[in-house]
Each structure stands twice: as C-alpha cells, then as structure tokens.
C-alpha cells in the first residue's frame, strides 16, 4: 500500500505565497510522475503542475512565472511553491503519484486534498 500525506493549505489573501507539501510512503518501489492537481466548485480537475518519468516540468498557462514545483526523490515529496496567488486559484489541491509499487503495480495515488482560498 502507498500513502499520500498533502499539508499547506489554507487562506491567503491575494498576491500573497503557500506551499503545498506532499509526502509518498508505504511500499514504493518507483515513483515514475507526480504532479498536483486543483478542482474549484463546478469545474474540472485540471492540472497544476507536474513531473513527468524523465523529470520533465509543465505547468498549466495559469499558473506560469508564478508557481514553482519541486521535488526531494530521497523524502519521496513533492512540493507547489504558489506565489502572487489570485482569487481564481482559490480550489482544493491534490497532490498525485504514478507509483509502482513494491508487488510491480503501477497505479495513481492521490492525495486527500489541502484547501486554498484566496480573499480579494
């Protein structure tokens, strides 16, 4: 089993920083992608920002300039550095691993879910 642990959330006021943390534990074998995700009231889950396998960066036209992932591979977390944060980045963030596991499964892990709302 793998556990996903999320922290940082909470409320900012515009233009101001958080930072998400996200921990993987429990029998890991590889860690192939993370990334963090966001879904606001109505809409979509939608992709923040994300590693791929080969350690490649993307982040969505949003959040470009403004936000920051990181990593720690030895800690297995991953982090979203979010500054300048605006009211429309106001959702719940998720933090998401694609694992392969210590049987050889590969599958998505998702976190619980930390709540960012930005007041104007």
């Known amino acids: 089993q793998v556990q996903v642990v999320e922290s940082g959330g909470g409320l900012v006021q515009a233009g101001g920083s958080l930072t998400l943390s996200c921990t993987f534990t429990?029998?890991?074998?590889?860690?192939?992608?993370m990334g963090w995700y966001r879904q606001a009231p109505g809409k979509l889950r939608e992709l923040v920002a994300a590693?791929?396998?080969?350690?490649?960066?993307s982040y969505a036209d949003s959040v470009t300039g403004r936000f920051l992932i990181s990593r720690d591979n030895a800690k297995n977390t991953l982090n979203l550095q979010m500054n300048s944060l605006k009211p429309q980045d106001a959702a719940v963030y998720y933090c998401?691993?694609?694992?392969?596991?210590?049987?050889?499964?590969?599958?998505?892990?998702w976190g619980q879910g930390t709540q960012v709302t930005v007041s104007s």
């Open positions: 998401k691993g694609a694992i392969r596991s210590t049987d050889m499964r590969l599958d998505d892990y």
């Open positions: 429990g029998s890991i074998f590889k860690i192939h992608s």
């Open positions: 590693f791929s396998a080969i350690g490649e960066t």
